[in-house]
């Protein structure tokens, strides 16, 4: 007798947790459809919505000038753009992102469009820091991420100039970064727009040689001179090995003449290509 009770009292136990158990997962079943249909609701509602307006932010740069709002407007709504007044689900914000990063002005643009149906356009102006002439009249930037640059009809960067023996153009040139140009027909890779590159980065990170050197230029043996603000000598840097230590020594012999009357009148010549000296020629 007792243990037909205590049988019926076990049986009635797992009826009991199978009912709860069934209850559970009921009670999750219906959240789960219910916040379906919810969001379903919701994603509805969204894509009925109109974008109500385009915000466009162009991070400020005072020596920029490249692009403006405007011009970032033209861009989006003369390539048949439609967003304002739009469905947000018919604003096809991937496309104008992929259209806004393959302009040669752009940098970086990021577009995204908010809940209450705003499209955010986000746009970094690319930063030249030296300008190339090569020898064949052909001009263009490198970027301070080490790509070539076309020059802007509408503005005109203040930056580093460099010219003389610089075979390199832009249209063989400008899809890549410099550390993936191609080497040419006698697989050599040739090294001088990565040169100048380096030697801009240098001297833009440097405010006294920022200020006082404004071109660089490519002599018959492709060695790089510097052409400074102060002086008029010929200044023979070579390539950037030990650069460094070669402005170091430019630097010392700088506070020399600026200190010492008639300095800069007695040398045509600054040689700065050999190891821990320099070589001047008098006049």
Partial sequence: MIIKKNKQKLEANNSLKKAKKIAYITFWLVLIIGLLVSMGFVNKEQDSLLCKSLDIKVIEDEDLDFLNKMDISKLIIY??????????????????????????????????????????????????????????????????????????????????????????????????????????????KNPLLGELYAMAVFINNNEFWKAQ??????????DME??????????????????????????????????????????SIINLKFKNQIVCSRK
Avoid: C
């Fill in 79 to 188: 390539r048949g753009d439609s967003i304002v007044g739009q469905p947000k689900s018919s604003v096809n914000y991937p496309r104008i992102k992929r259209a806004l990063n393959s302009h040669a002005d752009i940098a970086n643009a990021e577009v995204f469009l908010t809940i209450d149906g705003r499209l955010k356009v986000e746009v970094r102006q690319r930063k030249p820091i030296v300008r190339i002439f090569n020898a064949y009249g052909d001009s263009y930037y490198i970027d301070n991420e080490g790509k070539l640059m076309p020059l802007s009809d509408k503005f005109t960067a203040n930056v580093l100039v460099a010219n003389g023996n610089i075979e390199e153009s832009f249209a063989a040139n400008y899809k890549y970064s410099l550390n993936t140009i191609p080497k040419n027909k006698n697989n050599v």
């Fill in 213 to 222: 050197i404004k071109q660089i230029y490519v002599n018959n043996e492709r």
């Fill in 226 to 267: 510097i052409v400074p603000m102060v002086g008029n000598q010929k200044i023979i840097f070579g390539d950037t090995t030990a650069m460094n230590e070669k402005f170091k020594k430019l630097l010392v012999f700088y506070h020399q003449g600026l200190n010492t009357t008639g300095w800069w009148e007695k040398y």
